[in-house]
């Protein structure tokens, strides 16, 4: 059974880095972020690590651990929101306390990743892969990333339809900051491996693959035990991915470790999102990787999803049941809250 936090208006948000803060230079830049979440009508806290970097952390991995659990076991709050991912967050994964945190949603990507997959795994409770806190402190919202407000203020026993975004994000370009701060200029498409249209149904698991295949063999990554606590014997999995810094061949050897661990058992198909990475090596490149998957699974490979490092992104949650569907370059994302 998965347990799906609640959150409305006038809620409080928690605010912490567990893994890299706010450097001094950008203090400025990120109160903006937190001015957006209050105009929402939340009630911001703030704690001490997001306005702390040195050496690729916040702070010591005791001091982020403390923080975070304070954040978890207060049953105010209804949403931890954290500034951006980083490097090192795994540090503290063994500090936290998983069986006093009241149900909450948990918000982010890219290195939270780590957190929000050990999170569902070990306890059940629904996490959210989506916007960075940062990436909000826009005048506007472009309306694939506003999409996380919706989706979270989803209630159980209730569903919550994504659409594929218009356009996407090619580079950045910090000089020329757009109201959305996000410079969509590239048509979104939706492919999928065999180039058909493609429909799978499965509950969400998944992350930023540099980050969450460290979980293999520990007691965070026991993908076995959540499908023996936490789902029916005829459920099964749909797996996300964004690749953030792998190039083709460390991308394949990280999907043939989590194959390997078991992580693709009872797996109804596998989505990608679009990477700046998927660098190839001797001409291997990614849809080599993607087609090569297809075929040892038997199962649909969906890629260049809103998911991840190449903005926008759907908010897509882990635990839910999802029915997805890829057709002519568009994609839909219905998540059940069941």
Same mark, same amino acid.
């Given at each position: 059974? +998965?347990?799906?936090?609640?959150?409305?208006?006038?809620?409080?948000?928690?605010?912490?880095?567990?893994?890299?803060?706010?450097?001094?230079?950008?203090?400025?830049?990120?109160?903006? @972020?937190?001015?957006?979440?209050?105009?929402?009508?939340?009630?911001?806290?703030?704690?001490?690590?997001?306005?702390?970097?040195?050496?690729?952390?916040?702070?010591?991995?005791?001091?982020?651990?403390?923080?975070?659990?304070?954040?978890?076991?207060?049953?105010?709050?209804?949403?931890?929101?954290? !500034?951006?991912?980083?490097?090192?967050?795994?540090?503290?994964?063994?500090?936290?306390?998983?069986?006093?945190?009241?149900?909450?949603?948990?918000?982010?990507?890219?290195?939270?990743?780590?957190?929000?997959? @050990?999170?569902? $795994?070990?306890?059940?409770?629904?996490?959210?892969?989506?916007?960075?806190?940062?990436?909000?402190?826009?005048?506007?919202?472009?309306?694939?990333?506003?999409?996380?407000?919706?989706?979270?203020?989803?209630?159980?026993?209730?569903?919550?339809?994504?659409?594929?975004?218009?356009?996407?994000?090619?580079?950045?370009?910090?000089?020329?900051?757009?109201?959305? +701060?996000?410079?969509?200029?590239?048509?979104?498409?939706?492919?999928?491996?065999?180039?058909?249209?493609?429909?799978?149904?499965?509950?969400?698991?998944?992350?930023? +693959?540099?980050?969450?295949?460290?979980?293999?063999?520990?007691?965070?990554?026991?993908?076995?035990?959540?499908?023996?606590?936490?789902?029916? !014997?005829?459920?099964?999995?749909?797996?996300?991915?964004?690749?953030?810094?792998?190039?083709?061949?460390?991308?394949?050897?990280?999907?043939?470790?989590?194959?390997?661990?078991?992580?693709?058992?009872?797996?109804?198909?596998?989505?990608?999102?679009?990477?700046?990475?998927?660098?190839?090596?001797?001409?291997?490149?990614? $849809?080599?990787?993607?087609?090569?998957?297809?075929?040892?699974?038997?199962? !649909?490979?969906?890629?260049?999803?809103?998911?991840?490092?190449?903005?926008?992104?759907?908010?897509?949650?882990?635990? @839910?049941?999802?029915?997805?569907?890829?057709?002519?370059?568009?994609?839909?994302?219905?998540?059940?809250?069941?």
């Amino acid at each position: 059974m +998965i347990r799906y936090p609640s959150l409305e208006k006038q809620n409080v948000v928690g605010v912490t880095a567990p893994s890299s803060g706010v450097p001094l230079e950008l203090h400025s830049m990120f109160r903006k @972020a937190l001015m957006r979440l209050e105009e929402k009508q939340y009630k911001v806290i703030c704690k001490e690590t997001v306005w702390t970097q040195y050496k690729a952390k916040s702070a010591g991995s005791n001091v982020r651990a403390q923080e975070l659990n304070d954040l978890l076991q207060d049953e105010d709050v209804k949403l931890i929101f954290p !500034p951006w991912g980083g490097e090192l967050l795994i540090e503290i994964l063994e500090y936290i306390e998983f069986e006093k945190m009241t149900p909450k949603w948990i918000l982010g990507y890219s290195d939270t990743s780590a957190l929000l997959l @050990a999170i569902t $795994l070990k306890t059940g409770i629904a996490t959210a892969h989506g916007t960075n806190l940062v990436d909000i402190r826009g005048e506007d919202s472009d309306p694939t990333t506003a999409m996380w407000g919706n989706v979270l203020h989803t209630k159980p026993g209730e569903s919550i339809l994504q659409l594929s975004s218009e356009k996407f994000q090619e580079k950045w370009d910090h000089n020329n900051p757009t109201p959305q +701060i996000f410079h969509l200029t590239e048509k979104t498409t939706w492919k999928t491996s065999d180039n058909k249209k493609a429909s799978v149904r499965g509950r969400l698991l998944g992350g930023c +693959i540099d980050i969450i295949r460290h979980l293999v063999g520990t007691p965070f990554g026991n993908v076995e035990k959540f499908y023996e606590n936490h789902m029916k !014997p005829d459920e099964m999995i749909i797996w996300y991915f964004e690749n953030c810094e792998l190039s083709t061949t460390d991308l394949r050897r990280s999907l043939v470790q989590l194959k390997l661990a078991g992580w693709f058992k009872n797996c109804s198909g596998i989505m990608f999102g679009r990477s700046a990475a998927n660098q190839p090596v001797n001409q291997y490149d990614v $849809l080599d990787v993607y087609q090569e998957l297809a075929q040892e699974l038997n199962v !649909p490979i969906i890629y260049d999803i809103d998911c991840g490092h190449v903005p926008p992104q759907v908010t897509l949650i882990n635990g @839910a049941i999802a029915e997805i569907e890829v057709q002519d370059g568009k994609g839909t994302v219905v998540q059940f809250f069941a």
